[in-house]
């Protein structure tokens, strides 16, 4: 019996598509059979001749099938990131970026170095030349945006040509990746502005780049701390101490690195051992990285010259973090760490304004936990004078030194709070130091209990 | 007429001793000037050295080309390093005391001083010339980083560490390794903190100024400084007269006549040349070279980059072209050279074939500067080319 034409069609269709399907897939194992001996061909071959060529453009085209590069969902146009941070080089030179062009589904980073002498900078392998003037060298490269990128910049400032390593982050909010994507909606109000407060703490978790918030360790009493957590581990600490550290000190630039240190509202980013965060986060917070697990426990090798830290790191049961004081044995008021420096197991590292750099340098300190005095602010909390002169400089020789030797400084504000329940509140800044928030609750709360 | 030829005889006599006590007074008074004199010009020579309490000060090092620097030997086997530009050293021997009271800023190297960190990079050719690099624990440079084959394979067999670059030491391990002296570049002055901090750890810090010299052997007589240093004077000054000597045997260093064009290109496409009174442009004078470039200036002083045609203009009429490698990679062929730029395949010594090209890090090699004034030497007067350590002919 003939089988009408319509019947056939369905028949013919399924046939010629298996066929076609058969010839597809002998297609690809040809063309990946073609790419893979060609990339062996091209070791050798000198890029002349017909089929050298061919094998590069086989090879790029499965290149870019492969890579993830610098596409971006955003629709093509020009975009201002919402926030640019970059780390590497010698702070001597800073670099910007005003502008990211999106074409054909890719992202492309205009990057301003703020010096002439840049003459190429590569990204994954390919070199870019720009455009140079007297004082800058701009280079348009391919992003990947909320992520970190690593540019390799090619500087002729100095008699031999050197390359330097940086790493950029590009934050546009619209963007993949970025914290509003990620999350499902129901995430608590984040601060609308990009800016981070200089003059008041933040009343809504600030936005850091593309870090997702999660929750805030509400401050009931005390007035100058605020913590907010986010996502992986990460938790901010913000800090006030009611005054500009620089204002009323004689004009003179703060060598950067040491920038954080140098505002009202001081801002901690405490982050896991290992975690990446966005390159440049460093030149607006202190971050402090916790220590890797030894033999099952973290531990810091912590400097305290603050006697309410001190004390906080008995009562929390953290006192292995501690590797060096800022008083003597006979100074010391607290047994048990007068005890641990009789037994030699934790030593003197100078005085709070006196530091022996050398004494922490061998003592591996990774943390150094200062007295408010440490501020010049700190030190006129009594009366109405102004701080002595030489408390601006003591502040910023510390500052620096502590940041050339890559050691966060933590300076404890607890003395600077008007009530003793606002003190007493503290504790759970030195929590979230150590990573023993709930402990510190459970104190905070038998305080509270005890008081009433 | 006896009478009057005794009397003539008389007066002869006379007159001859008078003449010998003249001359025999003479010379007396004129030796014991000398004397004085040189006395004189050693009290000059030392008048200049640092007083230091409990120390005399008992001689000066004679230097040849160097002028950067004073060496002065004192009491006790003590040593003062005085670097221009720079600090003043007091280098005191093992086992001998520190004296109370120094003149502020100077800076105490108390010998034996083997945990050493060189973080200056033409330091450690010295240190392999007086064969001290078993004294070097710490370097600012990766393995692949050093042209001195010693100092690479120490790295490689753990003997010598990288701990960190010039303004990014890594403290912890210098202080607890012991080190116990860091040899820097200038580059250091770009830095101050870690030069505070380095002091703070209780490490010295000494100062490499070598690269001031006008003349490519001044730069080598530094290595009598790193000779107080690791305790090896006679060492040194043997090294350092070799070099003079090698000097010395280019008999006919009358000038050739031929100029000789120093250069690199760089990723901009310019033409990166030396400034008249840079080392190397000395280099090729002394070789008996003229250098087409000389009236360049520039406030670095050492090189300034210029455009391909300016280059051509001045360059083009040059009898040989001197690329220099340690920046860019080693050219394999004049056709190299002239794919970065047609023009430069107008050039007479492109035309002619006189294109040499130095070895990478040549810059590292600051001990072996006459070897490298041979070289050129051998270049202009068409000598034998094998004898060549530095440079090599760039085939077509």
Not at chain 1, 37 to 60: F, T
Not at chain 1, 221 to 245: N, V, W
Not at chain 2, 249 to 272: K, M, R
Request: hydrophobic share 35%.
């Amino acid at each position: 019996m003939r089988v009408s034409f319509k019947r056939r069609l369905p028949m013919t269709l399924t046939v010629i598509s298996s066929r076609l399907l058969r010839i597809n897939m002998f297609m690809g194992a040809a063309l990946m059979g073609l790419y893979l001996s060609g990339s062996c061909v091209q070791a050798h071959a000198d890029g002349s001749g017909m089929y050298g060529r061919i094998m590069e453009s086989l090879a790029d085209v499965m290149q870019m099938l492969i890579d993830e590069n610098n596409t971006t969902g955003l629709a093509d146009g020009c975009y201002v990131p919402d926030w640019f941070g970059y780390s590497g080089g010698t702070g001597r030179v800073t670099i910007d970026c005003q502008e990211v062009t999106v074409r054909e589904g890719r992202a492309y980073a205009s990057l301003v170095f703020d010096s002439g002498s840049y003459s190429y900078v590569r990204v994954d392998g390919d070199v870019y030349e720009g455009t140079n003037t007297a004082d800058t060298s701009v280079f348009e490269i391919p992003v990947r945006l909320n992520r970190n990128n690593t540019v390799t910049g090619c500087t002729t400032k100095m008699s031999s040509a050197h390359e330097i390593a940086y790493s950029i982050f590009i934050y546009i909010g619209e963007a993949e990746g970025s914290a509003s994507k990620r999350t499902d909606g129901d995430t608590p109000a984040l601060s609308d502005t990009g800016e981070w407060s200089q003059t008041e703490l933040s009343k809504e978790a600030p936005q850091i780049a593309n870090l997702a918030f999660e929750r805030e360790t509400a401050a009931e009493h005390a007035e100058l701390f605020r913590i907010f957590h986010y996502e992986g581990g990460l938790t901010l600490i913000e800090t006030d101490s009611g005054t500009d550290p620089d204002a009323g000190a004689e004009e003179g630039t703060e060598e950067s690195g040491t920038e954080p240190y140098h505002k009202r509202i001081i801002r901690y980013l405490i982050v896991p051992d290992q975690a990446e965060i966005p390159a440049g986060l460093d030149k607006e917070m202190v971050i402090i990285r916790r220590p890797g697990k030894t033999e099952g426990e973290e531990r810091f090798h912590a400097y305290a010259a603050s006697v309410p830290v001190l004390e906080g790191m008995k009562e929390l049961g953290q006192l292995h973090s501690l590797a060096l004081t800022g008083m003597t044995e006979e100074e010391c008021r607290i047994p048990e760490i007068r005890r641990l420096l009789k037994e030699k197991k934790v030593t003197f590292g100078g005085t709070y304004d006196d530091i022996e750099y050398k004494a922490l340098v061998a003592g591996k300190c990774d943390l150094a936990l200062m007295p408010a005095e440490l501020l010049p602010s700190g030190r006129s909390m009594e009366g109405t004078e102004d701080p002595p002169e030489d408390s601006y400089k003591t502040y910023k020789e510390i500052s620096g030194y502590m940041g050339e030797l890559g050691i966060p400084v933590f300076i404890d504000l607890s003395a600077m709070e008007e009530s003793s329940g606002a003190q007493a509140e503290w504790i759970k800044v030195y929590g979230a130091l150590f990573g023993c928030e709930e402990k510190a609750q459970e104190l905070y709360l038998t305080r509270q209990e005890a008081v009433r | 007429m006896a009478d009057k030829q005794k009397r003539e005889n008389l007066c002869r006599n006379i007159r001859l001793r008078i003449l010998i006590h003249i001359l025999a007074w003479t010379m007396i008074f004129a030796g014991g000037c000398e004397r004085r004199q040189e006395e004189g010009k050693a009290g000059q020579d030392l008048k200049e050295a640092p007083e230091i309490e409990g120390l005399a000060c008992e001689s000066r090092v004679e230097l040849e080309y160097a002028q950067g620097f004073q060496i002065y030997r004192y009491s006790k086997g003590c040593r003062v390093v005085d670097v221009k530009e720079g600090l003043s050293y007091l280098v005191v021997p093992d086992g001998t005391g520190i004296p109370d009271h120094l003149p502020d800023g100077m800076v105490v190297l108390q010998r034996p001083m083997d945990h050493i960190y060189v973080a200056g990079t033409a330091t450690m050719a010295m240190f392999h010339a007086l064969e001290g690099i078993d004294k070097v624990s710490f370097s600012a440079l990766e393995a692949d980083g050093w042209y001195v084959d010693e100092a690479k394979e120490a790295m490689e067999k753990g003997r010598m560490k990288f701990a960190g670059k010039y303004d990014e030491p890594d403290y912890e391990m210098l202080v607890d390794a012991g080190c116990d002296l860091a040899v820097e570049s200038q580059m250091i002055y770009h830095t101050p903190k870690v030069m505070e901090m380095l002091e703070r750890m209780d490490i010295p810090v000494f100062i490499d100024c070598s690269s001031n010299e006008g003349h490519p052997l001044g730069r080598v007589e530094w290595i009598k400084v790193y000779g107080v240093l690791l305790g090896k004077e006679d060492e040194a000054a043997a090294f350092f007269r070799k070099q003079t000597e090698i000097l010395e045997e280019l008999s006919d260093n009358a000038d050739t006549g031929q100029s000789v064009v120093y250069f690199y290109i760089n990723s901009g496409g310019q033409a990166v040349v030396r400034t008249g009174t840079d080392y190397i442009t000395k280099m090729i004078e002394i070789a008996g070279g003229r250098y087409p470039f000389e009236s360049l200036k520039d406030e670095s002083g050492s090189t300034v980059a210029i455009t391909m045609e300016e280059f051509y203009s001045v360059a083009s009429r040059a009898d040989y072209l001197i690329y220099n490698a340690s920046i860019d990679n080693r050219l394999r062929s004049i056709g190299e050279l002239t794919a970065r730029n047609e023009i430069l395949k107008g050039l007479k010594a492109v035309k002619e074939g006189n294109v040499f090209c130095t070895d990478k890090d040549f810059y590292q090699a600051s001990d072996i500067a006459a070897e490298m004034i041979r070289d050129i030497h051998i270049m202009l007067t068409k000598g034998d080319e094998d004898q060549m350590t530095f440079l090599y002919r760039v085939s077509e």
